[in-house]
């Protein structure tokens, strides 16, 4: 019998309800005895008696069981082990969208950090049975739709990278791929858009290899860094002694690109008088060297990268961008934090062996605090995988053994990290509010976060914790 559960065999799954619809679950984030298991997840269907949430045991129980799911399949349920986790630990019953766990067994359990034996969690609270296993509660469909264009040679295993060197098992990461992947298909020029240290250019290059251009070049350069006196002989190119004697000839970025891809990052950091010199080239690929009688000719596809919204760029030079990608914020995807930690501990293995790979256990498995990791799942991050990449830096830098912890260094970073408080007086808009706002801009997340007062990813964050369609508010 297969272990798997798919699209096309959905009887397999008749413990959860409606295969589209979200059910509150479980993802374990942090597990003593199975750090093998990150990721995996466990569904709460609505039924008259409480779920058991314990040590696996033949006892009979209808017990939470954890699987891996990936698009179109999920793998065989299991029960958790931990020794310090009783048979029969926690009840579980479901309560609308919310899930309410109740300690009956010896190990004992915080939300969010604190102390109880019982609470009501929604989909981005913490569960910590002490020292035996961290779990995220989230909201999963019971069978996420298959993928049409993300080639399944690309996969990789459960947790890992996959070929383009994404990581993250979120619903919010396999849409992302199958974007980068649709993207691909077509030779249109691409805007990808997100917020700082989300992944930009690796969705930009992401695009480039699964693209029929992947055997050529892929020409990167940061648009914020060219001297904006030079950007025209940066982009295009000069001709041997212009415009100064002595100037070396230069093929420029798009030249460099031909039959390839050019990825500009920060974009919307390019004046719009500038701008409008990609114009031409965007279009019908023309382009003239600085100090050159006639034009030149370069077929490229252009992936332009951009933290701004897209009203911001010149409006003739947006529209030359028929497809894009948007990056999600970590917020939208906190249970890839701890698959990101893993990957993030293991490159510094690798670049820097004596200082990160004592962290490491033999299995290639993290040495981390549950209490750490907690934090970080908690902690609304500003600048991303960057930030979680600095954050697990400090935490090296901090330790004094082969594990790493919460350290006091770590939490004054958390602390200063935070987003500042609102003002007095000031709230945290509501359902009713966040809908009114997204209806009256026709879906648009950014225009309704400036009608609220809010920031982009603020809006990100209120989308998901009152799970919003933004096209259907």
């Given at each position: 019998m297969s272990d798997e559960t798919t699209a096309d065999n959905p009887t397999a799954n008749d413990a959860v309800e409606?295969?589209?619809q979200p059910l509150p679950g479980f993802v374990i984030a942090w597990s003593k005895e199975e750090p093998e298991r990150l990721g995996e997840l466990a569904l709460v269907p609505t039924r008259d008696a409480p779920w058991v949430l314990g040590r696996a045991s033949d006892d009979g129980l209808d017990r939470l069981q954890f699987a891996p799911q990936r698009p179109g399949k999920l793998g065989r349920p299991r029960g958790i082990?931990?020794?310090?986790?009783?048979?029969?630990?926690?009840?579980?019953?479901?309560?609308?969208?919310?899930?309410?766990?109740?300690?009956?067994?010896?190990?004992?359990?915080?939300?969010n950090g604190v102390?109880?034996?019982?609470?009501?969690?929604?989909?981005?609270?913490?569960?910590?049975?002490?020292?035996?296993?961290l779990l995220l509660c989230v909201a999963r469909p019971a069978l996420l739709p298959p993928l049409r264009s993300f080639p399944a040679d690309a996969w990789g295993p459960f947790g890992a990278p996959d070929t383009l060197g994404l990581i993250g098992e979120s619903p919010a990461s396999w849409q992302l791929r199958e974007r980068v992947a649709f993207c691909a298909r077509s030779d249109r020029h691409v805007l990808v858009q997100g917020p700082s240290g989300s992944g930009k250019e690796l969705v930009g290059r992401g695009v480039h290899r699964l693209s029929p251009r992947a055997a050529a070049p892929f020409v990167a350069r940061n648009a914020a860094t060219m001297p904006e006196g030079l950007i025209d002989a940066e982009l295009f190119g000069n001709r041997r002694d212009y415009p100064n004697p002595g100037m070396p000839e230069r093929e420029g970025l798009i030249?460099?690109?031909?039959?390839?891809?050019?990825?500009?990052?920060?974009?919307?950091?390019?004046?719009?008088n500038l701008q409008a010199h990609l114009l031409r080239v965007l279009d019908a690929g023309e382009y003239q060297r600085l100090g050159d009688d006639g034009p030149r000719r370069a077929d490229l596809r252009l992936v332009a990268a951009t933290n701004r919204a897209v009203e911001?760029?010149?409006?003739?030079?947006?529209?030359r961008f028929s497809l894009s990608v948007e990056t999600p914020p970590l917020d939208a995807r906190r249970e890839d934090?701890?698959?990101l930690l893993r990957h993030l501990l293991r490159q510094a293995a690798t670049s820097a062996p004596d200082v990160a790979a004592p962290f490491l256990d033999p299995q290639g498995h993290p040495r981390l605090s549950a209490r750490l990791v907690d934090a970080l799942?908690?902690?609304?991050?500003?600048l991303h995988v960057r930030e979680l990449d600095r954050i697990l830096w400090l935490a090296m830098a901090g330790a004094h053994g082969d594990r790493l912890e919460?350290?006091?260094?770590?939490?004054?970073?958390?602390?200063?990290?935070?987003?500042?408080?609102?003002?007095e007086g000031a709230s945290t808009p509501d359902e009713a509010s966040t809908r009114a706002a997204l209806r009256q801009c026709d879906g648009n997340q950014a225009a309704a976060a400036k009608q609220l007062g809010l920031s982009r990813y603020a809006m990100y964050r209120l989308v998901k914790k009152f799970d919003i369609d933004p096209t259907h508010a």
């Open positions: 409606g295969l589209a082990k931990g020794a310090g986790i009783s048979r029969r630990q926690l009840l579980v019953s479901r309560e609308g969208a919310r899930l309410k766990v109740t300690r009956e067994g010896r190990c004992k359990t915080s939300v102390l109880t034996d019982q609470a009501d969690l929604s989909p981005g609270d913490t569960l910590l049975l002490h020292g035996q296993l030249g460099e690109a031909d039959g390839g891809t050019l990825f500009l990052d920060e974009i919307g950091e390019l004046p719009p911001e760029l010149k409006f003739d030079f947006a529209a934090v701890p698959l799942l908690r902690h609304d991050f500003r919460l350290s006091s260094e770590v939490e004054r970073h958390l602390a200063l990290a935070s987003p500042t408080a609102p003002p």
